[in-house]
């Protein structure tokens, strides 16, 4: 399966954690948080572009936390 897009949305599919794709370092695609914050590398077998229903999701998720003052 060819990986997602840099740019677009992705679901770790170890971590059900969803983030931006930031680019790829050597074997390893890069995801962010939505939101930002520290990038994590996932194995390319492990990633998969994100349904439109986890991208909205994650970014609830992180507005509901942001609201809180859990994160900036």
Do not use: I
């Not at 931006?20 to 194995?43: A, F, N, T």
């Not at 909205?56 to 859990?70: F, I, K, V």
Request: glycine share 12%; with cysteine; aromatic share 6%.
């Amino acid at each position: 399966m060819k990986p997602p897009p840099v740019g677009s949305y992705a679901v770790d599919t170890r971590s059900g954690k969803v983030g931006m794709v930031m680019g790829y370092e050597g074997p390893y695609v890069q995801l962010r948080p939505l939101g930002g914050g520290k990038e994590w590398d996932c194995e390319p077998d492990a990633v998969r572009r994100a349904t439109a229903a986890e991208r909205l999701s994650a970014a609830t998720a992180y507005a509901n936390a942001r609201s809180r003052g859990e994160v900036p």
